[in-house]
């Protein structure tokens, strides 16, 4: 859930590939964050500047501070040919 100024802007599950989320305009930030993250983990982010980048499409401002809530359900790690 992505939040600014007390509004939520941004509420999804959704299942995507680490390096493609821009695709479906996850902010760097939290896509980075991810790469962190262990199963079933919540975290609170606060992302400014160039972490936002993303939140744009939803009418955000460019290098604005927002706020996302994320858990991190499941992963697969997918092996490298």
């Known amino acids: 859930k992505g939040t600014y100024q007390n509004q939520v802007f941004d509420e999804r599950t959704l299942s995507f590939t680490i390096g493609e989320g821009f695709l479906q305009n996850i902010p760097e ?3 980075h964050a991810l790469t962190k993250m262990t199963k079933n983990e ?4 606060k992302l400014k500047s160039k972490a936002t980048a993303g939140v744009e499409k939803f009418n955000i401002p460019a290098n604005t501070p927002v706020q996302y809530d994320v858990t991190l359900i499941n992963f697969e790690k997918v092996r490298e040919s």
């Open 42 to 45: 919540h975290a609170q982010l």
């Open 29 to 31: 930030g939290v896509e």
